[in-house]
T-cell receptor, first 113, second 115 residues
């Protein structure tokens, strides 16, 4: 199946720092999604991107849909303790109404006291 | 509250036993999905259903079965043929908006372990 390369795999930062993570694909996608997962819970949608070049913000989070449609990045500004968790990118190509998501392997964010 | 409910939260399976994981949604979504998550990995698609009485295999369907008799319910059975069932299982659903496809939203998962 399709592969999504997500980097970095893990990040250790101090509170207040900005964070940047990205996903690249060998195939083009029509939709890019970013989710956050806390331990023992399901992923929660952060940002959805539907158009190449689109830049969307959700509070301190900003994500962009790459022009080539093969990549996306997520930035978090001024990190706070509740940002800790695993962030996943996901891409999809609608196929006759059937949408299947391909997920990245996740970026684990840890805040160092 | 509207949402996706998975039960149980934790489940234990004995060797050779089939177990069924429940997923219910009251969002009136047509599409529902089952994913498996292993440590350090992304989510992998097991089965999905776009409409009642229809479902399709995902990337790792072997050893699993599903049914979709009602719009709000999409149970997953982990059969004895699945030799490595220990994982975190996530159910998702997706609705249709005026702008087209909407993102998938997830339940809180069921953690399955082998006794």
């Amino acid at each position: 199946g399709q592969q999504l390369n997500q980097s970095p795999q893990s990040m250790f930062i101090q509170e207040g720092e900005d964070v940047s993570m990205n996903c690249t694909s060998s195939s083009i996608f029509n939709t890019w999604l970013w989710y956050k997962q806390d331990p023992g819970e399901g992923p929660v949608l952060l940002i959805a991107l539907y158009k190449a070049g689109e830049l969307t913000s959700n509070g301190r989070l900003t994500a962009q849909f790459g022009i080539t449609r093969k990549d996306s990045f997520l930035n978090i500004s001024a990190s706070i303790p509740s940002d800790v968790g695993i962030y996943f990118c996901a891409g999809s190509i609608p196929n006759f109404g059937n949408e299947k998501l391909t997920f990245g392997t996740g970026t684990r964010l840890t805040i160092i006291p | 509250d509207g949402g996706i409910t998975q039960s149980p939260k934790y489940l234990f399976r004995k060797e050779g036993q089939n177990v069924t994981l429940s997923c219910e949604q009251n969002l009136n979504h047509d599409a529902m999905y089952w994913y498996r998550q292993d440590p350090g990995q992304g989510l992998r698609l097991i089965y999905y259903s776009q409409i009642v009485n229809d479902f399709q295999k995902g990337d790792i369907a072997e050893g699993y079965s599903v049914s979709r008799e009602k719009k709000e319910s999409f149970p997953l059975t982990v059969t004895s043929a699945q030799k490595n069932p220990t994982a975190f299982y996530l159910c998702a659903s997706r609705g249709e908006g005026r702008g087209g496809n909407q993102p998938q939203h997830f339940g809180d998962g069921t953690r399955l372990s082998i006794l």
